[in-house]
């Protein structure tokens, strides 16, 4: 009863050398979020590092490194057979930071990579291309880590 | 690095002599949903079997029996680091359809049950009124199965 594994078994790299995590639909959820200045809908996934510290139950989340987080971001569409919800549509892209607080410390300790559409096509038209422009508005969130997400609260 | 056990040990069953399914909260993502006229946004999964289903490549699902759909429900809140985002608040409860066509004939082969707040108390006075307002409702759904969701394009 394992699931069909991902068509995306050969996806390239971003141009900031980081590697799409195989497996990552298959990922366990932190949250979900609405971007209304963009009409879309997504969730927030974790690897299991990524898990175990958002389930603690610790006020301040701490993402350990090797934290990977991902996104999945889907254009809103209105569901046929009932007007009021709102549902995803089109597949926009998916995203990951990934913790390494050495390696990536020139941005916040994170590793940011976006792949677009369903074929997944690295983001990025060099190296500062792909990440400095994430973590310019993750800045925003400097308060929580740059991280915006808050594991939304489960039974 | 398994998460930690939900806390939801002891549930209790509903008044339809439905089991909440312990663990709910580790399965794979369907899709996510926003609800206009109830202030809400969801996450959808499944078990297994669903999954399987879900990410099969037929144009309609087939749910087989043993499905479990879940869905879980938050309060819409704004993002404080980022007021154009709408994340989850309060949770509110969590839901399930159980697929089994012989037990549940009478409700489009479905048993549906809602467990409240992050205590998790089974909804309904009674056992028609565990299942009958939600199967009233899915009617609206009859032409794809009694399931509105269908799930959302992954790569
Ligand atoms: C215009 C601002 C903006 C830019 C640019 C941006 N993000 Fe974000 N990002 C957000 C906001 C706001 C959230 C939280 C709400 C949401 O889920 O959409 C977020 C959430 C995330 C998350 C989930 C974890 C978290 O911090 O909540 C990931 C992963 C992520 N972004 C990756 C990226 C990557 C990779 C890029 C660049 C390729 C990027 N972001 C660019 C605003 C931005
Ligand atoms: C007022 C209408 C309405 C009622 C009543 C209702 N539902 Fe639903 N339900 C929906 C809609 C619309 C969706 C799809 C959008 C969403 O996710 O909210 C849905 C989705 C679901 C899903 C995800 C699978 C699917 O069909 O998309 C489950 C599980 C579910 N409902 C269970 C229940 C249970 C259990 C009850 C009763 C205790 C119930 N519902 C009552 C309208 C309703």
Redesign the interface.
Known sequence: ????L???QNVEPTPNGIKYPTGL?????I???????NNT???I?GN??A??AA??NTEKKQWPDGTILAK?V?K?ET?P??Q?????G??VH?EIMVRDTKKYASTGGWGFAR?K????SPHGKDKEDAQQPCFECHK??E??GFV???P????
Chains 1, 2 share one sequence.
């Open positions: 009863l394992l699931p069909t991902s068509s995306a639909t298959n990922w366990r959820v949250g979900t979020s609405i971007r209304n200045d809908q997504r969730v996934l299991s590092i898990i175990k389930r603690s999945l889907w809103n569901l057979t009932w009021a919800a709102t549902v995803p089109d597949f998916a792949w559409g369903l074929e997944l925003a969130a308060s929580t915006f997400t808050q939304a609260k489960m039974p």
